[in-house]
């Protein structure tokens, strides 16, 4: 086998798999998952900041 052959080859499967890839993002069935995770930024993160800051009244 030549290696020209093989990088085209290679080329190829990823390519098929950027499509595959693509093709998965923007189907309609995982739209809802997809908006899930989009607005993970918008909800309301007080139980972990409550968390994270340690107590003031010990200063």
Do not use: C, W
């Amino acid at each position: 086998m030549d290696i020209n052959l093989i990088r085209s080859l290679i080329t190829l499967a990823l390519f098929v798999l950027f499509i595959i890839l693509i093709y998965q993002v923007f189907s309609k069935k995982n739209k809802r998952h997809y908006e899930d995770a989009a607005n993970i930024v918008f909800e309301d993160g007080d139980e972990r900041s409550e968390q994270v800051t340690p107590d003031k009244s010990k200063v």
